[in-house]
């Protein structure tokens, strides 16, 4: 076609836009192309380009079969599970290489002038012809089926203006002017060449504008600037590169998702007869089905890349794919360097953002009390709610770094589950919430402050907008005596390494016991407490001396025992009473016997003792008993169970929420209280972040409501329990289903994946028996002083007690000497049990060797009926009695620990 006649068409199809005709006309000639300029002809002749287009449609584009079928729908699946990910938790993937990619986003400019200089250049001198044309006989204009020869009249200059651009783009002279130049060029394209240059003028006119804004960037030669176009310079340098990258990525995107529209959708013939002709097969696949696959393929890519979902990830699969035909198609590795460049831009820069709004919502602070479950889904719901622009401060308060998942830790003992797939760090998941590591000392909701004692052991107020309250249950350590000094909880996966390791210890043990009795009262285990957590404890304990049978003979030999104590006084869930028959029978296969006839009354070092005074001997108790944790509100402890109306609002406060479930939707039918699955809790916190939120910016909050769960899980390893669409399954089907609707609810999708490797590898493989556990070597912690050193000042936060092992202090008070401290001493403990600061100050007189307690130690020691814990308590309340003293025997006498 000559100029003028393209020109003619173009301008009469404008012409013609307004009537139904002229748009018809329009659409035709933007979507379907002439099979003379066809994007095929890179690798087909004029006449095999005739002969392919004459040929019928193929029947997989005329009517419905299987085939199709399949692969459509498989692929719609497929485009609704990557958005899925693309908004859930795939972004959290491989953090250290996304942050490292995203290092070179300075790279994108060279990266692509360099492309782009090399097509510019090749196709000046046409060095990459089409099929069939002779190296450098040929110029074109961008691509090889764009030949200069079609132009009429011939245009020579035109060559020369792309090899001057190409030059230019290569050295990085005046970028911008000429990235505006091939803009022009790209028009004049359109004019001249029509439909064809729509195969790549998305992309052309992408990387146009990002040079445009973004400049030469580094490797460049640099050169003056003129004075009038110093401001304008500026003026495009400030423009954003996430924004360039937007603009260029959506217009990518277009042209990708035209060319399959275009030359696979409405010309599959083409595609087709490529692989009939170089004889390509893909998988196997006859050439109709491949070129459906791809027809999909860049389909389902090109709206991918418009919305900017996981484009990392798109942009590796489109540099392979690119490279492959290179290698199979004739033509050259370069032939698709302007993709190429757009590619790596889209792994260096990611997606982009279009959009840089300024935050429109109403300031607010909404603090997160508790990185449980809950809280996480708290934090991740107001995320979403207030997206990257926002007024909204979140900020959650954990007294961990890592989100526990409390399900999976008994399989942290029986080895299936390893330490650190239990836990995921609430940082990676929370991208725009700030977290502080602290403990909770009390909410002022008066002047909207919590209290914390952070990590550096100091106590510092948070301002709150919106509280949320999403703790979760604590060891009690107190519901039977000697159980904080005689067993050990499950709350932490160190307290499930810890149990593994006493456990594996006794069994060591027993291997070398020549008493029959020892190594019976050695091989007995007791787990105390009621619930699923205590009921997968004990069967994963029975597991892991399962799994290590073969490897220690005294498992072969003897009666090892498991024994599980309920605690009678706690009623059952609705779902816990109905399947209480197939849990009993469940844990008796296991090997675990169940004691719920006798109640608990204490624990001692080496027995369970019951309220008619029997005992049953155990080398080692753990602790399954738990309870809310205590909170302070207002001068106040807050009572459990909560109370709260049904938008999760707690009753009595204002700006105050709980992820707990309300009271009126606790009770069932039976009478019974609501058996609560994990995916409860994540509902429960997402609702009271997204109320809390709303009822920061105004909006009315929504009253919560349980959801119909399709599966009840009861968790016990192998031994697991599930109700499927109303009917009991066990076994394997039960141990898949409850893995899988746990798994569901825990944030993070690298950890979901890491923990399905395990589950997987559990199958086939043998549970692990190692033991993982640290060595203490020492709880005490010895110091050295010098004369004129001080331990301790009056007035300062008190966190230590003091054993003097060696040396002389001296006591002030007021700066007043008032005694002196010798060997055997002790001194600290006032402030600690008082909860005051310190009292006096103690300076050595001579060089001093100190034991130190630390706070939990020393509380250890003085809690308690025992007769050092009373000795403990009368001493500090004597030594806070206002009195002098003026002898070191007087000090010594009254520091005696005995």
């Known amino acids: ?21 002229g748009i018809f006309r329009f659409l035709i000639l933007f979507f379907v192309s002439s099979p003379l300029f066809a994007h095929e002809r890179w690798i087909l002749t004029d006449s095999q380009i005739a002969e392919w287009s004459a040929k019928p449609l193929p029947e997989l584009w005329l009517q419905w079969s299987w085939i199709n079928a399949v692969l459509i729908g498989g692929f719609v699946a497929f485009t609704a599970g990557w958005i899925r990910l693309g908004y859930t938790g795939a972004r959290e993937l491989f953090p250290d290489l ?40 040929s110029p074109t204009l961008f691509a090889p089926d764009l030949e200069l020869t079609l132009c009429y009249p011939p245009m020579p200059w035109i060559r020369w203006l792309e090899f001057a651009l190409g030059l230019g783009m290569l050295l990085g002279v005046y970028v911008r002017v000429l990235a505006a130049a091939l803009l022009v060029l790209t028009l004049f394209a359109t004019v001249a060449y029509q439909s064809a240059i729509y195969a790549y003028a998305g992309a052309l006119v992408g990387v146009s504008i990002y040079l445009l804004f973004q400049g030469p960037g580094s490797f460049f030669l640099g050169l003056p600037t003129h004075p009038d176009w110093v401001e ?31 030359y696979k959708v409405f010309q599959p013939n083409l595609t087709i007869g490529i692989l009939t002709l170089h004889d390509i097969s893909l998988m196997g696949l006859p050439p109709e089905v491949s070129t459906l696959l791809m027809a999909l393929v860049e389909f389902t890519a090109g709206i991918l890349i418009i919305a900017g979902i996981l484009l990392r990830p798109l942009a590796l699969f489109f540099l392979g794919a690119f490279l492959m035909f290179a ?17 790596l831009s889209f792994l260096f820069n990611g997606a982009g953002h279009f959009a840089m709004p300024e935050a429109k919502d109403k300031k607010a602070r909404i603090v997160i009390l508790g990185g449980t479950v809950g809280g996480i889904h708290a934090a991740m719901k107001i995320e979403r709610l207030i997206g990257q622009f926002s007024h909204v401060d979140v900020t959650l308060i954990s007294d961990q770094p890592n989100v526990l998942f409390y399900p999976l830790l008994p399989e942290v003992i029986g080895g299936t589950m390893q330490p650190g797939n239990a836990v995921n760090p609430i940082r990676r998941i929370l991208q725009r919430t700030k977290v502080i590591l602290a403990d909770v000392r009390a909410v002022d909701t008066q002047n909207r402050q919590v209290m914390i004692h952070t990590t550096d052991d100091r106590d510092r107020l948070i301002d709150y907008d919106e509280l949320i309250l ?23 996966v160190g307290d499930a390494l810890h149990i593994r390791k ?3 210890n006794r069994v ?36 892991m001396l399962e799994t290590a049978k073969p490897s220690y003979p005294i498992l072969q030999t003897e009666d090892w025992r498991v024994n599980l104590y309920e605690d009678i006084k706690i009623p059952f869930s609705d779902f816990e009473a109905d399947i209480r028959p197939k849990v009993e029978a469940a844990l008796a296969k296991a090997g675990v016997r169940i004691e719920r006839a006798r109640e608990v009354a204490a624990v001692t070092q080496d027995s369970v003792v019951f309220a008619n005074g029997e005992r049953d001997q155990a080398s080692f108790i753990v602790n399954s008993c738990f309870m809310m944790p205590t909170l302070s509100v207002d001068d106040h402890m807050l009572t459990w169970p909560l109370k709260s109306d049904l938008t999760l609002k707690v009753d009595g406060y204002e700006n105050f929420w709980a992820a707990f479930p309300p009271q009126a939707l606790t009770e069932v039918a039976t009478g019974r209280r609501r058996y609560t699955t994990t995916s409860d809790w994540m509902d429960l916190g997402q609702h009271a972040g997204e109320n809390a939120w709303a009822a920061s910016q105004g909006y009315t909050p929504r009253a919560f409501t349980f959801k119909q769960r399709l599966v009840m899980a009861f968790n016990m390893g192998r031994h697991s329990l599930a109700r499927l669409f109303g009917v009991m399954a066990s076994g394997l089907p039960a141990w898949f289903f409850s893995r899988m609707s746990n798994l569901a609810t825990m944030p993070g999708l690298e950890r979901n994946l890491r923990i399905l490797i395990d589950w997987t590898l559990d199958v086939p493989f043998r549970a692990d028996i190692a033991v993982l ?40 008070r007021s700066g007043k000497p008032v005694g002196t401290l010798g060997p055997g001493d002790f001194f600290g403990e006032v402030a600690l049990m008082k909860g005051t600061v310190r009292t006096a100050t103690v300076r050595c007189v001579t060089t001093c060797e100190l034991t130190v307690f630390a706070r939990e130690d020393f509380d250890a020691l003085s809690i308690g009926s025992s007769s050092l814990a009373r000795a403990i308590r009368t001493q500090a309340s004597e030594r806070s009695k206002p009195k002098r003293r003026t002898s070191k025997s007087t000090a010594t006498n009254e520091s005696e620990m005995s």
Request: glycine share 6%; proline share 5%.
């Open 327 to 343: 290698a199979m198609l004739p033509e050259s590795f370069m032939s698709h360097a302007l993709f190429y460049s757009v590619m």
């Open 502 to 504: 006493q456990i594996m």
């Open 470 to 492: 999403a703790q979760f249950l604590v060891p009690n350590l107190t519901r039977y005596p000697g159980l904080m000094a005689h067993t050990s909880p499950i709350n932490s």
């Open 508 to 543: 060591e043990m027993a291997e070398i016991e020549e008493s029959a009795e020892k190594r019976q009262k050695l091989l007995t285990f007791a787990v105390i407490g009621s619930g699923q957590r205590a009921c997968g404890t004990a069967e994963e304990i029975c597991a």
């Open 98 to 137: 996304q942050a490292r990619l995203s290092s070179y986003g300075h790279l994108v400019a060279p990266v692509i002038r360099f492309c782009l200089g090399w097509v510019l250049i090749s196709s000046s001198f046409g060095l990459e012809p089409r099929y069939g044309v002779l190296p450098m006989s």
């Open 232 to 262: 304008m310079q500026q003026w495009l340098a400030a423009y954003p590169r996430a924004r360039a990258q937007a603009i260029m990525r959506i217009l990518t995107g277009v042209n990708i998702f035209y060319l399959a529209v275009t």
């Open 1 to 21: 076609f000559s100029l003028s006649r393209s020109l003619h068409s173009f301008v009469s199809g404008i012409g013609e836009a307004s009537s139904p005709k």
């Open 773 to 812: 556990a640290p060595e203490i070597s020492s709880r005490l912690q010895s110091l050295h002083f010098e004369a004129g050193d001080e331990v301790i000042r009056q007035g300062d936060v008190a966190d230590t007690a003091y054993v003097v092992r060696s040396g002389e202090l001296e006591v002030f």
